[in-house]
C-alpha cells in the first residue's frame, strides 16, 4: 500500500483557498522555533497564523522556558506575509508524565513517543476549537526523526473527534528541514541536540553521536 502523499494534499487545500480567495485561520503546535521557522515563512502566505507552544515533555524547566524564548524571539525578528502571533503555556511536566508511565524505557519514536504527539496535538485540537479557528496541525512531521504518516493519523482522528479540521502535512517535503537550518543559521536559533523529554536527554548522555531532533 503506498503512503499518502500529504504535502499534495497540503497544497490541494492551499491552491482550494487562493481559488476562494479566503485566508483561513489555523493554529499551528510548535515543538522549537528551528521547526517553526520554514513551517511559518511558507504557511504564512495562506494563512492567519497563531503559534501554540505546548510542549510539556520538555526537560529540565530551564530548558522549557529557554525553548520558549526563542519562538517568541524568531516570530518577533521575522516578516511574514500575514502576521504571526503567539500563545504560550505554563510549564506542566505531570501532562507528559502521567501519559508514559509504564513506558519510560520504551525505544525512541516507539509507543511513549506516540503517545506524546497525542498528547500535543491534542491539546492543540482543544485549543483550536475552543478559539474557533478554522484549522490546527503542528511543525513536528518537519524533523526526519518523526513519523509524518501516524502524525496525520493522529491529527485526522482528532478532526473527528473534536469537529475542527486538521491540515494535513509533511513539512520535511520540498527540502523544508533543510529551510529550516538554513533559517535556524540566519536568525541564529538556539538547535538543541536532543528532542526534550528526560528520556531522549540520558540517551544524549550515552551516545553522544545522537542526532538532533530537529
Known amino acids: 500500500m503506498n503512503k499518502?502523499?500529504?504535502?499534495?494534499?497540503?497544497?490541494?487545500?492551499?491552491?482550494?483557498?487562493?481559488?476562494?480567495?479566503?485566508?483561513?485561520?489555523?493554529?499551528?503546535?510548535?515543538?522549537?522555533?528551528?521547526?517553526?521557522?520554514?513551517?511559518?515563512e511558507y504557511l504564512s502566505n495562506y494563512f492567519?497564523?497563531?503559534?501554540?507552544?505546548?510542549?510539556?515533555?520538555?526537560?529540565?524547566?530551564?530548558?522549557?522556558?529557554?525553548?520558549?524564548?526563542?519562538?517568541?524571539?524568531?516570530?518577533?525578528?521575522?516578516?511574514?506575509?500575514?502576521p504571526v502571533q503567539l500563545i504560550?503555556?505554563?510549564?506542566?511536566?505531570?501532562?507528559?508524565?502521567?501519559?508514559?508511565?509504564?513506558?519510560?524505557?520504551?525505544?525512541?519514536?516507539?509507543?511513549?513517543?506516540?503517545?506524546c504527539y497525542r498528547l500535543r496535538l491534542e491539546y492543540a485540537a482543544k485549543t483550536a476549537k475552543k478559539l474557533g479557528f478554522d484549522y490546527f496541525t503542528t511543525t513536528l512531521s518537519i524533523s526526519p526523526l518523526k513519523n509524518a504518516e501516524k502524525l496525520n493519523e493522529i491529527g485526522l482522528e482528532l478532526e473527528k473527534e473534536y469537529g475542527i479540521s486538521y491540515l494535513v502535512s509533511d513539512f520535511k517535503k520540498k527540502n523544508g528541514y533543510q529551510r529550516s537550518v538554513e533559517l535556524s543559521k540566519e536568525y541564529k536559533l538556539y538547535r538543541q541536540n536532543y528532542c526534550g523529554c528526560v528520556y531522549s536527554a540520558k540517551r544524549l548522555e550515552k551516545n553522544q553521536d545522537f542526532r538532533k531532533c530537529e
Open 88 to 115: 504560550r503555556t505554563e510549564y506542566t511536566p505531570e501532562d507528559f508524565y502521567s501519559i508514559v508511565k509504564g513506558l519510560e524505557d520504551a525505544e525512541e519514536g516507539g509507543e511513549r513517543c506516540l503517545k
Open 4 to 40: 499518502k502523499n500529504y504535502q499534495k494534499e497540503l497544497e490541494k487545500i492551499i491552491h482550494r483557498h487562493i481559488q476562494e480567495k479566503f485566508i483561513p485561520s489555523l493554529l499551528i503546535h510548535s515543538c522549537c522555533a528551528p521547526c517553526s521557522s520554514y513551517v511559518l
Open 48 to 82: 492567519r497564523i497563531t503559534v501554540l507552544y505546548y510542549n510539556p515533555n520538555i526537560f529540565p524547566k530551564t530548558e522549557y522556558e529557554y525553548r520558549i524564548l526563542e519562538q517568541e524571539r524568531f516570530i518577533n525578528s521575522m516578516s511574514f506575509f500575514n
